[in-house]
């Protein structure tokens, strides 16, 4: 196996983060933050974190961003068009949850067809806007693996009735990630792991779209 993942809930509303690592070169990245805590520490411990990689701006996915910057040194990245939600608790809607939001930059804007090398391991960038405008979607197209974040979820998908959501690009990214060649194991921002194969069979937004 090339990579590993290891999944834990963190945050206030047990945002999945993700710790993806290369096995070759331990070199990892950690993709979503929703906290910093000692747990997230002794998983990292040992391991090279070289990327922050962040899914889309929502507060429950960015809060521990700051705290593990300072920790680890990683590269943070996030697309431009959520990249305002790193300093603005408005757009992140950290205001609207309660929580109090420690800004921090990007060092990478990230577009639609980007590549990302982590040890020998390539990440492609898919912009899947829908649930936010910068929402994007990380494929290892080798290992047959997808981190969705919150675009789509086992048996649904995300939410577009908060500010920045849409309906029509929401279904225009299902559409682009039902259409990938053969089957892929999915990680979303939420609750457990799927494949894309059985979601294209059991999702009732999928359904419609293949």
Known sequence: MAI????????????????????????????????????????LDGKKVKYILLTHGHFDHILGVYDLKAYTNAEVM????????????????????????????????????????????????????GHTPGGVCYIIESERTIFTGDTLFSLTAGRTDLVGGDDFMLISSLKK???????????????????????????????RLV
């Open 78 to 129: 996030i697309h431009k068009l959520d990249s305002e939600c790193l300093s603005n608790p408005k757009r992140s809607l950290a205001e609207w949850g309660g929580c109090e939001q420690n800004n921090v930059s990007a060092d990478r804007l990230l577009q639609d067809g980007d590549e990302i090398m982590l040890g020998e391991t390539k990440i492609k960038v898919m912009h899947t806007p």
């Open 4 to 43: 590993t993942v290891k999944s834990i809930p963190l945050g206030p509303v047990s945002a999945n983060t993700y710790i993806l690592t290369d096995v070759a070169t331990n070199e990892c990245a950690v993709i979503d933050a929703g906290d910093f805590n000692e747990a997230l520490k002794k998983e």
């Open 177 to 207: 990630i039902a259409g990938l060649d053969g089957d892929y194991k999915v990680y979303p921002g939420h609750n457990r792991s799927t494949t894309l194969d059985y979601e294209r069979t059991h999702n009732r937004y999928l359904r």
